[in-house]
T-cell receptor, first 115, second 111 residues
Framework: GAVVSQHPSRVICKSGTSVKIECRSL??????MFWYRQFPKQSLMLMAT?????????EQGVEKDKFLINHASLTLSTLTVTSAHPEDSSFYIC???????????FGDGTRLSIL | QQPVQSPQAVILREGEDAVINCSSS?????VHWYRQKHGEAPIFLMI?????EQKGHDKISASFNEKKQQSSLYLTASQLSYSGTYFC????????????FGRGTSLIVHP
C-alpha cells in the first residue's frame, strides 16, 4: 500500500527556534499533500494544502508567514514552523493522496514541543 | 463545516458490536473513515463515494445515506485491536473534495 514518511517524529526545542518537518511519499507521486495539526484529544485540523510547483493554499486563521510550506518535488513537501513558541506545540501530521477521490495516506506525525 | 460524530466515546467488551455515526449539515460528496491509535497517524479504513453505498472488510463496514447526509460505521464482534479514535471526514458536494474531519469517537475494547 501507499506509504508516506514523515521526519522527524519528535522535536523538542527552545522558543524562537525554527523547525522543519519533511513529508515524503515513498511509492507514489503526490501533486497534492496536506498538513494537519492535532491538539490532544482533538480532531485533525487542516492547516494547508501543499501544491507541487505552486504556492500552498492556507486555511483561514493559519499564518502563512509562520508556517512555511514548500513542495519542491512530486514526492516531498516540507513544513517550517518559524520562530516557534510554546503555543505552537502540537502533533503535526502530513498526508498525501495518489489521486483525487483516493484516500489520503498519513505520515506518522511529528510531535513538536516548544519549551 | 465539521461533521458531527456520535457517540463521543464507547466502551465495549471483546465480541460486542458498536455503531459510530457521522452527520453533516451539508450535502455530501464523500465520506472517509479513519482509525487513530494514541500518538500514531490515522489509518485509512474506507471511503464511500455514492449515496446508498455500503462497504466493509473483515468485521468493519460502513454505509452512506446521501439523503440524510450521514454515514455510519459498524464494528461487529469487536476485537481488542479495534480500540482507538475513529474519525469521519466529509467532503461537501460542490465544494472542495478535501475532507473535513469530525472530533472523533473514542472506542475502548476490554477483554
Amino acid at each position: 500500500g501507499a506509504v508516506v514518511s514523515q521526519h522527524p517524529s519528535r522535536v523538542i526545542c527552545k522558543s524562537g527556534t525554527s523547525v522543519k518537518i519533511e513529508c515524503r511519499s515513498l511509492d507514489f507521486q503526490a501533486t497534492t499533500m496536506f498538513w494537519y495539526r492535532q491538539f490532544p484529544k482533538q480532531s485533525l485540523m487542516l492547516m494547508a494544502t501543499s501544491n507541487e510547483g505552486s504556492k500552498a493554499t492556507y486555511e483561514q486563521g493559519v499564518e502563512k508567514d509562520k508556517f512555511l510550506i514548500n513542495h519542491a518535488s512530486l514526492t516531498l513537501s516540507t513544513l517550517t514552523v518559524t520562530s516557534a513558541h510554546p503555543e505552537d506545540s502540537s502533533f503535526y501530521i502530513c498526508s498525501a493522496e495518489p489521486d483525487s477521490n483516493q484516500p489520503q495516506h498519513f505520515g506518522d506525525g511529528t510531535r513538536l514541543s516548544i519549551l | 463545516q465539521q461533521p458531527v460524530q456520535s457517540p463521543q466515546a464507547v466502551i465495549l467488551r471483546e465480541g460486542e458490536d458498536a455503531v459510530i455515526n457521522c452527520s453533516s449539515s451539508k450535502a455530501l460528496y464523500s465520506v472517509h473513515w479513519y482509525r487513530q491509535k494514541h500518538g500514531e497517524a490515522p489509518i485509512f479504513l474506507m471511503i464511500l463515494l455514492k449515496g446508498g453505498e455500503q462497504k466493509g472488510h473483515d468485521k468493519i463496514s460502513a454505509s452512506f445515506n446521501e439523503k440524510k447526509q450521514q454515514s455510519s460505521l459498524y464494528l461487529t464482534a469487536s476485537q481488542l485491536s479495534y480500540s482507538g479514535t475513529y474519525f469521519c471526514g466529509t467532503a461537501a458536494s460542490g465544494g472542495s473534495y478535501i475532507p473535513t474531519f469530525g472530533r472523533g469517537t473514542s472506542l475502548i475494547v476490554h477483554p
